[in-house]
C-alpha cells in the first residue's frame, strides 16, 4: 500500500493520491496507516487546494509521510529470508524462544563475520525466517541438530558475558547445554603442531628417567 501510493504520489506531481485512485476499501488501509505514522490524510485547505487543481471535488487524498518513505526504503534494501521449512522433516526440530533468548541469537548471528567458531550453516537464515506468536510472546525457528548445537553456544556466549538465564532455560526445556569440558584423560590440542604441555612434560620426565 505505501508503494501504491509513493507510485501514484510521484505520477500526479503533488505527491498526493486521490480518491478517484483508490476503492474505498484501499482508502479504509490508508487510513489505518495514519495512526502509525505513515500515511497523512489531507486536511480541509488541502483538499481545497487539490480540489482547485483538479477541477472537481476532492473528498479524500494521502500521501506518505517521511516515515512512511523511510519505511517503504529500507523495505525495498532488507534482505528477503526464505521462508522456514517444515517442522515435520525428519532432520528439523521446532524450537520456541522467548525474546530476550531471540536477541541474543540475531547478536550471535549478526558476528558472523567476526567469531572464530562461527554459527552454523543456515542458522542466520532460520533466525531472518523466524516468526512470532505474539499471543504466548514466543518465537518459533525449525532448526536441525547441528544448529541447536550452535545456537547453545551463542547462549552460551551470552551466559559468559551477561545473563545465565536464557541458556538455562533452553537446556531446561531442550537438554541442550555448550561445554567446553573435557574427559579428565583428553589432552587439550597441540598448537601450531607443537607437544601440549602435559605431553612436554611426559616426555621430558621420561628422558631424565633413562639417563639415570
Known amino acids: 500500500m505505501l508503494e501504491a501510493l509513493c ?45 482547485a487543481l483538479e477541477g472537481r471535488p476532492v473528498r479524500w487524498a494521502a500521501r506518505l509521510t517521511l516515515y512512511g518513505h523511510d519505511t517503504l526504503t529500507y523495505g525495498y534494501c532488507r534482505p528477503r529470508a526464505e521462508p522456514p521449512p517444515s517442522g515435520k522433516g525428519p532432520d528439523r526440530q521446532p524450537v520456541e524462544l522467548i525474546p530476550s533468548q531471540m536477541a541474543a541469537l540475531r547478536v550471535f548471528v549478526g558476528l558472523t563475520g567476526q567469531l572464530r567458531v562461527l554459527p552454523a550453516g543456515g542458522l542466520a537464515e532460520q533466525v531472518g525466517a523466524a516468526s512470532c506468536d505474539h499471543g504466548i510472546k514466543r518465537w518459533r525457528l525449525y532448526l536441525t541438530q547441528e544448529q541447536i548445537a550452535s545456537m547453545a553456544y551463542g547462549l552460551w556466549l551470552h551466559r559468559m558475558t551477561g545473563s545465565a538465564a536464557e541458556a538455562n532455560r533452553f537446556a531446561r526445556e531442550y537438554g541442550v547445554v555448550h561445554s567446553l569440558a573435557r574427559p579428565r584423560d583428553e589432552e587439550p590440542p597441540a598448537a601450531d603442531g607443537l607437544p601440549s604441555a602435559a605431553g612436554a612434560a611426559a616426555e621430558g620426565g621420561a628422558g631424565v628417567s633413562g639417563r639415570g
Open 7 to 51: 507510485e501514484r504520489g510521484q505520477a500526479a506531481g503533488h505527491g498526493w493520491t486521490l480518491d478517484t485512485e483508490l476503492l474505498p476499501p484501499h482508502q479504509l488501509q490508508v487510513n489505518a496507516l495514519e495512526s502509525q505514522g505513515l500515511v497523512e490524510l489531507a486536511g480541509r485547505e488541502d483538499r481545497a487546494e487539490l480540489s
